[in-house]
Protein backbone atom coordinates (compact mmCIF):
# COMPACT_ATOMS: atom_id res chain seq x y z
CA UNK A 1 0.00 0.00 0.00
CA UNK A 2 1.32 3.19 -1.37
CA UNK A 3 0.07 6.44 0.85
CA UNK A 4 -0.98 9.07 -1.02
CA UNK A 5 1.87 12.32 -0.79
CA UNK A 6 -0.46 14.31 1.17
CA UNK A 7 -1.14 11.54 3.74
CA UNK A 8 0.25 11.83 7.36
CA UNK A 9 2.46 8.76 7.74
CA UNK A 10 0.49 7.85 10.84
CA UNK A 11 -2.71 6.89 7.74
CA UNK A 12 -0.45 3.97 6.60
CA UNK A 13 0.58 2.44 10.58
CA UNK A 14 -2.33 0.22 11.19
CA UNK A 15 -2.12 -1.85 8.08
CA UNK A 16 1.28 -2.11 7.68
CA UNK A 17 1.88 -3.75 11.30
CA UNK A 18 -1.58 -5.85 10.76
CA UNK A 19 0.04 -9.88 11.20
CA UNK A 20 3.48 -8.60 11.95
CA UNK A 21 5.62 -9.41 14.75
CA UNK A 22 8.37 -7.09 15.92
CA UNK A 23 11.01 -6.72 19.01
CA UNK A 24 10.98 -2.95 18.39
CA UNK A 25 9.68 0.04 16.37
CA UNK A 26 12.02 2.36 15.46
CA UNK A 27 10.28 5.76 14.17
CA UNK A 28 10.38 9.19 14.51
CA UNK A 29 8.82 11.80 16.88
CA UNK A 30 5.40 12.41 13.78
CA UNK A 31 4.53 8.46 15.40
CA UNK A 32 4.00 9.47 19.14
CA UNK A 33 0.84 8.88 19.40
CA UNK A 34 -1.14 7.31 22.22
CA UNK A 35 -3.06 4.37 20.49
CA UNK A 36 0.56 3.62 18.56
CA UNK A 37 2.46 2.95 21.71
CA UNK A 38 -0.49 1.34 23.04
CA UNK A 39 -0.38 -1.07 20.28
CA UNK A 40 3.17 -1.59 19.99
CA UNK A 41 3.31 -2.56 23.89
CA UNK A 42 -0.25 -4.46 23.50
CA UNK A 43 2.21 -6.97 21.36
CA UNK A 44 5.00 -6.86 23.70
CA UNK A 45 7.28 -4.60 21.77
CA UNK A 46 9.68 -1.56 22.43
CA UNK A 47 8.78 1.52 21.14
CA UNK A 48 11.95 3.46 20.02
CA UNK A 49 10.30 6.66 19.58
CA UNK A 50 11.13 10.10 20.82
CA UNK A 51 8.57 12.33 22.44
CA UNK A 52 7.33 15.12 21.04
CA UNK A 53 7.88 18.46 21.77
CA UNK A 54 4.69 19.32 23.36
CA UNK A 55 4.43 16.30 25.45
CA UNK A 56 3.54 17.17 28.99
CA UNK A 57 6.14 13.91 30.45
CA UNK A 58 8.45 12.86 27.87
CA UNK A 59 8.93 9.38 27.57
CA UNK A 60 11.83 7.13 27.94
CA UNK A 61 13.38 5.27 24.71
CA UNK A 62 16.55 3.46 23.81
CA UNK A 63 18.93 6.69 22.23
CA UNK A 64 21.65 3.98 20.68
CA UNK A 65 19.03 1.92 19.01
CA UNK A 66 16.94 5.41 17.66
CA UNK A 67 20.92 5.97 16.07
CA UNK A 68 20.41 2.65 13.87
CA UNK A 69 17.64 5.21 12.05
CA UNK A 70 19.89 7.11 10.55
CA UNK A 71 21.03 4.07 8.55
CA UNK A 72 17.65 3.65 7.26
CA UNK A 73 17.40 7.38 6.24
CA UNK A 74 20.21 6.99 4.09
CA UNK A 75 19.18 3.69 2.59
CA UNK A 76 16.08 5.22 1.51
CA UNK A 77 18.07 8.43 0.26
CA UNK A 78 20.43 6.19 -1.80
CA UNK A 79 17.43 4.48 -3.74
CA UNK A 80 15.75 8.36 -4.06
CA UNK A 81 19.54 9.23 -6.26
CA UNK A 82 17.54 6.82 -8.89
CA UNK A 83 15.75 9.05 -11.29
CA UNK A 84 12.92 6.58 -11.75
CA UNK A 85 11.88 6.36 -7.97
CA UNK A 86 12.61 10.16 -6.93
CA UNK A 87 10.13 11.33 -9.70
CA UNK A 88 7.59 8.05 -9.68
CA UNK A 89 7.42 7.75 -13.06
CA UNK A 90 5.28 4.92 -13.22
CA UNK A 91 1.54 4.72 -12.83
CA UNK A 92 0.55 1.95 -10.82
CA UNK A 93 1.07 1.26 -7.18
CA UNK A 94 2.59 -2.44 -8.33
CA UNK A 95 5.07 -1.16 -11.36
CA UNK A 96 6.82 1.23 -8.57
CA UNK A 97 6.89 -1.40 -6.08
CA UNK A 98 8.58 -3.30 -8.78
CA UNK A 99 10.96 -0.50 -9.30
CA UNK A 100 11.69 -0.07 -5.65
CA UNK A 101 11.86 -3.89 -4.94
CA UNK A 102 14.43 -3.61 -8.26
CA UNK A 103 16.54 -0.49 -7.19
CA UNK A 104 16.56 -1.93 -3.71
CA UNK A 105 18.58 -4.75 -4.69
CA UNK A 106 20.80 -3.18 -6.47
CA UNK A 107 21.84 -0.65 -4.16
CA UNK A 108 22.08 -3.22 -1.40
CA UNK A 109 24.66 -5.03 -4.37
CA UNK A 110 26.55 -1.89 -3.90
Known sequence: MILLGQAHDLAGVPDRLEGLQFGALVGDKAFDAEWLLG???ARGAEAV???RRNRTVPRHYDREMYKWRHQIENFFARIKEFRAVAIRYDKTDENFAAVIHL???VVAAT
Open 103 to 105: VAG
Open 49 to 51: IPS
Open 39 to 41: DIK
